[in-house]
């Protein structure tokens, strides 16, 4: 059975950070590019990070640039997001997901395996 095990969300103040992880189990995903998506309440999943395969090709949404960092571990088959300089406006919940085609890389429906998410509070 196939797992996605997202941890490390929390709540933290504005100007904080967290390092959120991702691990997976029952199939290996070394071969997949791999992303972030967060949901706040009230509005769509929206993408946020992603990796290719090789590790090679990173793409951000222009919000989280520079403040954001996704990296992934083939050997621990994890997934990690370190999330600096976190603002209010970055509250929701946050998912790994698993990708098959990098042309649809930021498309919800182009996911194929996704955790339950890990919840992210920033207060003011």
């Known amino acids: 059975q196939v797992q996605m095990v997202e941890s490390g969300g929390g709540l933290v103040q504005a100007g904080g950070s967290l390092r959120l992880s991702c691990a997976a189990s029952?199939?290996?995903?070394?071969?997949?590019?791999m992303t972030w998506f967060r949901q706040a309440p009230g509005k769509e999943r929206e993408f946020v990070a992603a990796?290719?395969?090789?590790?090679?090709?990173?793409y951000y949404v222009d919000s989280v640039k520079g403040r954001f960092t996704i990296s992934r571990d083939n050997a621990k088959n994890t997934l990690y997001l370190q999330m600096n300089s976190l603002t209010p406006a970055d509250t929701a919940v946050y998912y790994c997901?698993?990708?098959?085609?990098?042309?649809?890389?930021?498309?919800?429906?182009?996911?194929?395996?996704w955790g339950r998410g890990t919840q992210v509070t920033v207060s003011s």
């Open positions: 997901a698993a990708a098959k085609n990098w042309m649809r890389i930021t498309s919800v429906q182009a996911m194929i395996y």
């Open positions: 029952g199939r290996s995903f070394n071969r997949d590019a």
């Open positions: 990796i290719s395969a090789n590790d090679e090709t990173l």
